[in-house]
């Protein structure tokens, strides 16, 4: 019949794996199964989710080698690495990072949520932290 509905064709992980490479992106293998997406002096973890559908696992800056997140000090933000070193993020970087991001989703075919797509959403957040104190103790 000519009213017969066409169902939507859904790629899978490769394909969208393959998508990001067609994106500019370079897509590198991890030894415990996630990719490594980069692009720009900026990362991503990726890792096969639930059916069959990528799942970003962390992104930041590439610093010194390492996989630096992004940290919200409450007056600045900052790059944080696993190895300790930490470096004040520039407002230029913070416009790269939101880019990055938001063509990795788009390459990827996932939904870009109205809250992540206003700005740069932080990995941590210490500005709440007091650090040294019990923070049931008071002033």
């Keep these: 019949m000519f009213f017969?509905?066409?169902r939507p064709r859904r790629p899978g992980f490769s394909e969208r794996i393959e998508n990001?490479?067609?994106w500019?992106?370079?897509v590198l293998p991890e030894t415990d199964g996630s990719l490594r997406v980069r692009r720009d002096g900026?990362?991503?973890r990726v890792r096969r989710g639930e059916n069959d559908m990528p799942v970003i696992e962390q992104t930041g800056r590439a610093v010194a080698g390492e996989l630096a997140r992004l940290v919200d000090a409450g007056y600045q933000k900052f790059w944080s690495t696993p190895g300790g070193r930490r470096e004040p993020a520039l407002a230029e970087q913070l416009k790269?990072?939101?880019a990055f991001e938001e063509d990795m989703r788009e390459a990827l075919g996932l939904t870009s949520l109205y809250n992540t797509s206003l700005g740069t959403v932080?990995?941590?957040h210490v500005y709440d932290?007091?650090?040294?104190?019990?923070?049931?103790?008071g002033p």
């Design 4 to 6: 017969r509905r066409t």
């Design 42 to 44: 900026f990362e991503a």
């Design 122 to 124: 932080n990995a941590l």
């Design 129 to 137: 932290r007091l650090h040294g104190r019990d923070s049931d103790a």
């Design 96 to 98: 790269r990072l939101h």
């Design 20 to 22: 990001l490479r067609a």
């Design 24 to 26: 500019g992106f370079e």
